[in-house]
Structure formats: C-alpha cells, structure tokens
C-alpha cells in the first residue's frame, strides 16, 4: 500500500540536523522546566518528554500522567519548543492535545500490539499532528509498516518512523541492536517517509550516543531524537543513557553532514555494507564470549582448569586452515585468533573466580 504523505513540517536549523530532545521522563516541574530552559538555550527547536512510562515490571516510575501535562505546556509558552510525548492509548491522545502537544510519539511496545495501534489511529481521526512511530521491540517491519499504515487510513498524512533499535534475550553491546538493514529497507519501501534515529535507545549507555547520531546521519537519517538530562545520573528513568544539554549540544556540533551528493553512491553503498558487517562481527563476537562465560561456569562446576593447551592448539590450527583457503594471511588469522583466546581466557577467569 502507498502511504499518502505529506511534509511533516518542523523546526529545524541549516546547519544541524532536525533534532527532538529532553528527558526519558517528565519527572518534577523543576527538572521539566530546567532540562527545557538549557535546551532552548542551545539552539534546540522540539522537546520530547514521557509523560506516560511503559515499564518492564510494576515498581518503576510509570511517569507522572495527566499531572505532567502543565508543565510540557509551560515549555512551549516559555521556550517556544514545540512538545512531544510517547502516547500509547486514545485517552493519553484526548489528554495530549487538550494540552496542546505539538507532536506525538508512538512506543515500540505499542507498535508491536495492532489492536493498541488500531484503537490510536481511530482516535486520531480528523486530527493534524505529526505522529512519529518507533519500531515494534521485535525486529519485524511489516509490523512496523502496518502501524503505519493503520495511522495513515485514519487520515494522519504528517507522519515519521523512529528506528530505536530491537530487543533481543542476549547479552550484547547495545540495549537494542541497530540491525540498520531494517530501517534502510522500511526506506526504500516508502521513500518519501521521514526515519530518525534514537540513538538513546539503541545504545543504552550515554558513551555510544555520538557514534550512533553519526552513524545514523552516515546512513542518511533525517534526524534525531535524543534523552537529555539536566541531572542524568539523578534521572527516574534511563539514567544511563541520558545527557546534560551540553554534551549534546558538543555531539551535534561535532557530527558530520556528509553531502550525499559528493560521495559516489557506490562507495556509500559500499561502506554501509561494511558498517553492517563489522556490526555482525560484534554481535559475534559477543555471543562467544557469553559461551565463554557458560564453558567458565561449567569448568567451575566440575573443577577443571581454564586453560587447556590442546584445545587452543587446535582452534589455532583450524582457524589458520580456514583463513588461508579464503585468502588470508595465516600470520593475520593466528593474530586475531590469539587475541580472542586472550579475552575468552580473562572471562573464563572472571566467572571461575566468581
Ligand atoms: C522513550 O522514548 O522513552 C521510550 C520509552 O522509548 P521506546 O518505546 O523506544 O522504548
Ligand atoms: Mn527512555
């Protein structure tokens, strides 16, 4: 199905990316306003804020509600932001444009359940306001699609795609693994639909978000949607992943827009396989370490020691045999086989110690 689209019209500036930011969550009135007030400050045009949390299990801040309304209103008539909060039923919609919410944001644990989307997009029938999807938690885009195609019958026209990542059981470097092919695929089905990145929410840990933001804007993203604290480690939610507004205003002025025009699309293409390939390397890399970590508890268990010379012997060998009928040095495959026997060693030692 075509979706009918039409621009989705926000603030931005020449020189840097559209950008939304603000706090995982609206948690008091003061950090609200403070965390606003600095972003304004910086040159930001649109302000995110949860004002409803989706929480893995009950206990967490599950955000202040109707309560927190007020005080994103005060943002706009302060700031001049425009104001965006996560909805995920038809009343948090009544309550968010009763309030004047600019834009809204759908949450991945949303996008994922059709009959939450179906009963969205009824709600919003007859109304004009940018409505941004997140991707479902499981990496399905059809699913994805579907959400948005549910939107768009309802008469939404203004509307965009957030690629924040997909959950998966394993112990890994990201919270949500970027899986890029997903959102460059959702591109190239609906060219014309606007993709930001949620570098927050991919990366988990505040460290990763400026490698993200910059491998989203290498990938050609139409923008960002990033947590930013006036206290993060103080935060309710996310704390680990948010930033002040400085430090956000220091990544984004040290992103580099690529003119996708001067590099030839060839070697774009081409680099983008690499970034996918060494994102798989990662990935694999990770998942052999967690058997590390198994085969570390398992010689606890049965007193065994960590290091067993034939056993690397042998994966030396084999590797070597591999790497050689593949047009490898076999001094290259022994290096990087070598190293990764040293980490698997040290966090064989680490459970083993335990
Ligand atoms: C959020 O943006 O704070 C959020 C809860 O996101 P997601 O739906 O991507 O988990
Ligand atoms: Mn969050």
Request: glycine share 4%.
């Given at each position: 199905m075509e979706l009918d689209l039409q621009p989705l019209n926000l603030?931005?500036?020449?020189?840097?990316?559209?950008?939304?930011?603000?706090?995982c969550s609206a948690e008091t009135e003061e950090q609200v306003m403070n965390t606003a007030r600095q972003l304004a400050m910086k040159g930001c045009h649109n302000f995110r804020a949860g004002v409803w949390k989706p929480r893995t299990k009950p206990g967490g801040f599950e955000g202040n509600g109707e309560k927190a309304l007020?005080?994103?209103?005060?943002?706009?008539?302060?700031?001049?932001?425009?104001?965006?909060?996560?909805?995920?039923?038809?009343?948090?919609v009544e309550l968010a444009l009763k309030y004047d919410m600019d834009i809204l944001w759908i949450?991945?644990?949303?996008?994922?359940?059709?009959?939450a989307m179906q009963a969205l997009a009824d709600s919003l029938k007859g109304v004009d306001v940018?409505?941004?999807?997140?991707?479902?938690?499981?990496?399905?885009?059809?699913?994805?699609?579907?959400?948005?195609?549910?939107?768009n019958q309802a008469g939404v026209k203004r509307l965009g795609a957030i690629h924040r990542g997909f959950s998966s059981y394993e112990q890994k470097i990201y919270r949500n693994?970027?899986?890029?092919?997903?959102?460059?695929?959702?591109?190239?089905?609906?060219?014309?639909?606007?993709?930001?990145?949620?570098?927050?929410?991919?990366?988990g840990r505040r460290e990763l978000i400026a490698p993200l933001c910059q491998q989203a804007m290498d990938l050609g993203f139409d923008g960002l949607i990033v947590e930013s604290h006036c206290d993060p480690d103080k935060a309710w939610s996310d704390a680990k992943q948010q930033v002040t507004p400085d430090v956000l205003d220091y990544i984004l002025a040290l992103l580099i827009i690529r003119d996708?025009?001067?590099?030839?699309?060839?070697?774009?293409?081409?680099?983008?396989?690499?970034?996918?390939?060494?994102?798989?390397?990662?990935?694999?890399?990770?998942?052999?370490?967690?058997?590390?970590?198994?085969?570390?508890?398992?010689?606890k268990e049965h007193n065994m020691t960590v290091l067993q010379a034939s056993r690397y012997n042998e994966i030396l060998e084999k590797r070597g045999v591999q790497g050689s009928l593949t047009g490898m040095a076999p001094e290259f495959v022994a290096k990087v086989f070598e190293s990764i026997h040293e980490e698997s060693v040290r966090q064989q030692i680490e459970i083993v110690n335990k």
């Open positions: 603030p931005s500036d020449n020189e840097r990316p559209f950008v939304i930011a603000g706090p007020p005080w994103m209103k005060k943002v706009k008539e302060e700031t001049h932001m425009l104001i965006s909060t996560e909805v995920a039923t038809p009343e948090h949450g991945a644990r949303t996008t994922a359940n059709p009959f940018p409505v941004f999807v997140k991707n479902p938690v499981n990496p399905d885009l059809e699913l994805w699609i579907g959400a948005l195609e549910r939107l693994a970027p899986m890029w092919q997903i959102p460059i695929e959702l591109h190239r089905r609906i060219p014309n639909l606007p993709i930001i990145s949620d570098p927050s929410h991919i990366g996708e025009h001067v590099t030839t699309e060839g070697i774009s293409q081409l680099r983008k396989q690499i970034d996918e390939l060494d994102n798989q390397l990662m990935d694999l890399l990770a998942k052999r370490m967690n058997v590390c970590r198994e085969i570390g508890r398992y010689k």
